[in-house]
């Protein structure tokens, strides 16, 4: 089973439980990281984080973790659930996501908006403001709605080029560093590795209407 694990971070109840399921599945189903990864798409060192206990993983890698394990995935999602709703009251605790540069996965790009709004001090609500304000000023066009934000960074679907734009500019992101955002995107979810809709494999008890 490789090297031990270092200890679950000492996280809030929810998130705890939820790392400390995952890694009770992954002993159970006698898998190394890189055994799953063979099997799902996120990549050993994604799954691998995901049981840290540090932050919470997006929607899609739990489930993913769960497939992988032969695990319950509503229960996975459940467990998410509740570790997701208390990290948005609790108001988070980010860990540190690879810089744009080295992002190689969807989930590392979710990451790394996730700590991009966390360090940008903008609610959703401010964001979206701020893209409509952006695309007035250039006469008008696509403007990024809080309710499209707000699926992308929960994880409950995969984030497109279009919503990336507008979420890094509206955050403040400079014109002249958007291009390595936009070739992050491009390694995790360009070409032949783009996503074919993870959110339509969820359990129905957790998709959106």
Known sequence: MGRKEAPVFPA????????????????????TYAQMAAKVKPSAATLSRATSGKMVPAMYVVIYFARACGADENTAAHLWQRANEDWIRSGGYPDLPPAPELITDEAELWLAMRYLKAVSGLSIRAIEHRSRQLAESKGGGYWLPRSTLGNALSGQVSVSKQVLTHFIAACGVREESRAVW???WERALGKKRRRSNFYANLPDAYKLD
């Open 182 to 184: 936009q070739q992050a």
């Open 12 to 31: 809030r109840e929810p998130l705890t439980v939820l790392s400390e399921w995952l890694r009770a599945e992954r002993r159970r189903a006698n898998l």
